[in-house]
């Protein structure tokens, strides 16, 4: 599998900040007395190593590839009840020569006494004659001649590995987006802390300026006051923006797989190395809807189900035809008067052919079919559900993308504009022009647009990925899974654009297609 070129840190464009030094240069300087907490010996990620690590380390990508183990698993247990089978099988058995019993032969006797002694073997001979050890072995091969409903089941258990391999890829696409997600939630988080502190130093400056001219007597004592109250409202904000960030590290840290490290001291068990880029995309949302079916894992997977249950139908069809298995092997069976433990030993060829069928059944195989069929049409229908659904997911991703690129543009031209007007808001009030509330305001304004601006750069990048995801176009696979991957999962077979139906069958007109008519009206006052 290869990663594809959209996961790469894009190119850093200028920064649109109109502050001296960048909000997110600051950001990466940022230290404990900052963040709350250490970043000492943090593995630093990348995005594209973050994606990496996700897809060798996440849990649902782990579990999706063991249902592939466990779908081949389940190809070899089917299979084998076609194939043939050899197996030994003995019977061992040893009687104490004294509960044998030869009354047997005491109706030979006359006049009640016992029976002439023949060959010198007295009273009891043939009893003696006999072996106190019996044994019986045999190995015999069994072989299905002939059974409709294990022949489809195999060619089931096939479609099923191929819904697990798919179920691979969909879970490849979202934690990809999920990690594109959250690694830029970090960033986004990470530098919003900065508009805090700079919101909260600003507002302290303010106090303190207002503080020193109340000492002078040219301000009262309201505008200390106030300034006091508008910085203990903006602390709580940066408390709230780091703890936000702490917090998205901890579940980007969980995404990724990585274990809590134990140590002397708390620390944060990853630090992030990015930006937010704004990098326009042209949608064509017509042909991004069609790549969508064509591409999405999902619909490939709901596909592979409905050929699988079409196979579970002819399981139940062959509950009515006949079943045939043929049983071959060798024995070696004891003798019951045998001079000796391996001598005499009588052996041969055994061969059996069974068969069965079931003429008459009150309705089992039938009402079977019926259930079959009736799951099989619950999978077609939702199928084509879960192509609307990929319709709807697209469309949405597409209006939520030109939302937030509306958003960035708008707030974008903003920054500069309240950053000015907090400037001249600051230079009347010290030429005695302005009041301190304008100040106030303009400081108001200013954070607010800085932290619009970062929250619509994360939204953007945010809304691409869901958008790749939805499209189908997260990750490109060079079909290596070290593997796993079936070769019919690269044929027609799974063909999901537009003219196919659930089965993969071209599409057919339904017959409910909108037409158009169009008549020619005179008016009343024409010729004809």
């Known amino acids: 599998m290869s990663v594809p070129s959209t996961l790469a840190t894009p190119n850093e464009s200028p920064s649109t900040t109109p502050s ?16 709350g907490v250490s970043e000492e010996g943090a593995p630093i990620f990348r995005i594209d190593q973050a994606v990496i690590t996700a ?35 003995s019977s061992f058995n040893w009687t104490d020569p004294n509960l044998r019993d030869n009354s047997s032969f005491s109706t030979f006797s006359t006049g009640g006494a016992p029976p002439p002694p023949v060959g010198g073997m007295g009273h009891g001979g043939i009893k003696n004659l006999r072996s106190d050890i019996s044994y019986n072995v045999q190995v015999i091969g069994t072989q299905l001649v002939f059974n409709y409903s294990t022949f489809r089941s195999i060619r089931g258990t096939f479609f099923q590995r191929d819904s697990a391999y798919f179920a691979l890829r969909n879970t490849v696409d979202s934690t990809i987006a999920l990690v594109k997600t959250e690694f830029y939630q970090v960033i986004v988080n990470r530098e919003l802390i900065v508009v805090q502190e700079d919101s909260v ?15 002078a007597g040219t301000v009262p004592r309201f505008n ?50 990015g930006d937010l880029t704004y990098n326009p995309r042209k949608i064509d949302l017509l042909a991004a809807i069609e790549e969508g079916k064509r591409n999405r894992p999902f619909l490939k997977q709901q596909r592979a189900n409905v050929l699988n249950q079409i196979e579970q139908v002819h399981v139940a069809i062959g509950s009515w035809l006949p079943n045939v298995n043929a049983n071959g092997g060798g024995e070696w069976l004891s003798r019951q008067f045998n001079p000796g433990f391996f001598e ?10 069974t068969g069965s069928w079931p003429i008459f059944d009150s309705g089992m195989a039938w009402g079977k079919i019926q259930q079959q069929r009736a799951i099989l049409s619950q999978q077609e229908i939702t199928y084509d559900d879960d192509v609307r659904q990929v319709e709807l997911e697209i469309q949405t991703a597409a209006s939520n993308l030109a939302q937030n690129r509306e958003t960035v543009v ?14 001249l808001a600051k230079a009347r ?8 509330l304008d100040v106030l305001n303009a400081q108001v304004q200013q954070t607010t647009a800085q932290s619009t601006y970062l929250q619509a750069l994360f939204g953007y990048i945010s809304s691409l990925a869901e958008f790749d995801r939805a499209t189908g176009a997260q990750s490109t696979y060079s079909e290596q899974f070290n593997g796993v991957a079936p070769h019919a999962t690269k044929t027609r077979t799974y063909y999901t654009g537009s003219d196919a139906d659930a089965r993969g069958r071209p599409k057919h007109p339904t017959g409910w297609e ?13 010729g004809r």
């Open 55 to 89: 897809l060798a380390q996440n849990p649902a990508v782990l579990q999706a590839l063991q249902e592939i183990r466990r779908t081949k698993g389940v190809i070899i247990q089917i299979r084998a009840e076609a194939l043939p089978q050899i197996g030994p099988s």
């Open 20 to 35: 001296p030094t960048p909000i997110a240069e600051r950001a990466r300087n940022l230290g404990e007395s900052d963040l």
């Open 410 to 423: 708008a707030t974008e031209k903003n920054l500069e504009t309240s950053a000015e007007a907090l400037r």
């Open 429 to 436: 009030l010290d030429a005695g022009a302005g009041t301190q």
């Open 344 to 353: 005499n030993v009588s052996k041969g060829w055994l061969t059996t052919v």
């Open 201 to 215: 130093s600003l507002l302290q400056s303010q106090l303190k300026d207002q503080q020193n001219r109340f000492e």
């Open 224 to 273: 200390v006051l106030q300034a006091q109250v508008q910085l203990y409202n903006q602390i709580p904000q940066l408390i709230a923006a780091r703890n936000a960030y702490r917090i998205s590290v901890l579940q980007l840290a969980k995404t990724l797989g990585l274990d809590y490290v134990p140590g002397t001291r708390v620390r944060l068990p990853l630090r992030v190395n």
């Open 514 to 526: 909108s037409t158009t008519t169009t008549t020619t009206s005179k008016s009343q006052g024409g």
